[in-house]
Nanobody
Framework: QVQLVESGGGLVQAGGSLSLSCAAS????????MAWFRQAPGKEREFVAY????????YYSDSVKGRFTISKDDAKNTVILQMNNLEPKDTAVYYC?????????????????????WGQGAQVTVSS
């Protein structure tokens, strides 16, 4: 079992920045990859970014590439999502997620079904 606790988020004006953190506990040694997804009202959950836990290799959706940065703090078993130049379309509940298995393709790593454990969600609201 891996438990995930998210923090951060909030309300910001367009063009501003926010940071989200997600701390893993329980069996963090089971973590293979951590990711962020988001879900806006009335829409499906959408992939944002992932990072390989041992490699540090990161991948981003086209919608956030160049604006968001995913990183990890190994000592704290934490993944951070730094969000810059935020836009109203970024408004959503953001979820961190953990995969405990490898995936051979980026396409699979972007699927919500690839991730076993989920955080409770953090609201990010960007006003225009």
């Amino acid at each position: 079992q891996v438990q995930l606790v998210e923090s951060g988020g909030g309300l910001v004006q367009a063009g501003g920045s926010l940071s989200l953190s997600c701390a893993a506990s329980g069996r963090p040694s089971d973590v293979y990859r951590m990711a962020w997804f988001r879900q806006a009202p009335g829409k499906e959950r959408e992939f944002v970014a992932y990072i390989g836990w041992s490699t540090g290799s990161a991948y981003y959706s086209d919608s956030v590439k160049g604006r968001f940065t995913i990183s990890k703090d190994d000592a704290k078993n934490t993944v951070i999502l730094q969000m810059n130049n935020l836009e109203p379309k970024d408004t959503a509940v953001y979820y961190c997620a953990v995969s405990t298995v490898a995936a051979t393709t980026i396409g699979v790593r972007m699927l919500a079904t690839h991730y076993k454990y989920w955080g409770q969600g953090a609201q990010v609201t960007v006003s225009s």
